[in-house]
């Protein structure tokens, strides 16, 4: 594609020439690029709010673009590897690990593509199926992540409800937790079992919980807004949940 390649060439030439970013390395554009995921989660979240927001996904995977780019010409000028050889190694994965695409296995279902694609990578890496799992994600993300492996091994319930009846059980063991200490044990197995409910719902979280921080964003800017000294707060709450609902 000529447009790829333009594009190339004009972070070749940010890097020649522009002071920020060739001043820029690995370390220096890591928080950038979390920045840049997290913005475009927030975009594809805004999706189901306005069809139009797709102009937005578009904008915010561009920014995403822009930081593989970034750090893959910083690779190239320390002589690691360039963007052909992200795109080559890519490739080579995608075509190793769908051997039901690009070659004579017959796979039927979503599940055995993913037990399939996990095989597949702990023979390549000869190790756990856990070991993939970044210590760095969002604990959320992390908690999600961990509970599709263990689904591979079993290590799971047969259906929501049973997910759904593990999260009562950890929420009534809170509640009887006696101390401070037992109570932080228990809010974390709470949180693990709600993350796996989820999983269930086949919804994501980390992106659940981001909708709902946002609407309660929106509620509180609009109690804020009409707040007043002898305001009702539970009543300017209640009309801002019916706002939502026009």
Same mark, same amino acid.
């Given at each position: 594609?000529?447009?790829?390649?333009?594009?190339?060439?004009?972070?070749?030439?940010?890097?020649?020439?522009?002071?920020?970013?060739?001043?820029?390395?690995?370390?220096?554009?890591?928080?950038?690029?979390?920045?840049?995921?997290?913005?475009?989660?927030?975009?594809?979240?805004?999706?189901?709010?306005?069809?139009?927001?797709?102009?937005?996904?578009?904008?915010?995977?561009?920014?995403?673009?822009?930081?593989?780019?970034?750090?893959?010409?910083?690779?190239?000028?320390?002589?690691?590897?360039?963007?052909?050889?992200?795109?080559?190694?890519? =490739?080579?994965?995608?075509?190793?690990?769908?051997?039901?695409?690009?070659?004579?296995?017959?796979?039927?279902?979503?599940?055995?593509?993913?037990? =399939?694609?996990?095989?597949?990578?702990?023979?390549?890496?000869?190790?756990?199926?856990?070991?993939?799992?970044?210590?760095?994600?969002?604990?959320?993300?992390?908690?999600?992540?961990?509970?599709?492996?263990?689904?591979?091994?079993?290590?799971?319930?047969?259906?929501?409800?049973?997910?759904?009846?593990?999260?009562?059980?950890?929420?009534?063991?809170?509640?009887?937790?006696?101390?401070?200490?037992?109570?932080?044990?228990?809010?974390?197995?709470?949180?693990?079992?709600?993350?796996?409910?989820?999983?269930?719902?086949?919804?994501?979280?980390?992106?659940?919980?981001?909708?709902?921080?946002?609407?309660?964003?929106?509620?509180?800017?609009?109690?804020?807004?009409?707040?007043?000294?002898?305001?009702?707060?539970?009543?300017?709450?209640?009309?801002?949940?019916?706002?939502?609902?026009?």
């Amino acid at each position: 594609m000529n447009e790829f390649n333009e594009l190339v060439d004009i972070v070749k030439k940010l890097r020649e020439e522009c002071p920020w970013d060739m001043k820029q390395t690995h370390e220096s554009l890591s928080r950038h690029l979390i920045e840049e995921a997290y913005e475009l989660l927030d975009s594809l979240a805004s999706i189901e709010e306005e069809d139009s927001n797709y102009e937005l996904v578009k904008d915010e995977l561009g920014d995403l673009l822009l930081q593989i780019l970034l750090h893959s010409k910083i690779a190239e000028e320390n002589n690691k590897f360039a963007i052909v050889d992200v795109i080559n190694s890519l =490739q080579e994965k995608l075509i190793q690990r769908h051997p039901h695409v690009f070659g004579d296995v017959k796979l039927d279902s979503a599940d055995e593509v993913e037990k =399939q694609w996990e095989s597949i990578k702990q023979k390549d890496n000869e190790a756990s199926i856990f070991d993939d799992i970044n210590s760095k994600l969002p604990s959320i993300t992390r908690a999600f992540k961990t509970q599709r492996k263990a689904k591979k091994l079993n290590l799971s319930y047969s259906s929501y409800e049973e997910a759904l009846e593990d999260l009562l059980s950890e929420v009534k063991e809170l509640e009887e937790a006696k101390n401070l200490s037992e109570r932080k044990s228990e809010i974390g197995d709470v949180l693990f079992a709600i993350v796996n409910v989820c999983r269930y719902l086949d919804t994501d979280p980390e992106i659940q919980l981001n909708k709902s921080t946002q609407r309660f964003i929106k509620r509180a800017q609009y109690v804020e807004k009409y707040t007043k000294d002898d305001s009702d707060i539970e009543k300017l709450w209640k009309e801002a949940k019916k706002t939502e609902e026009k």
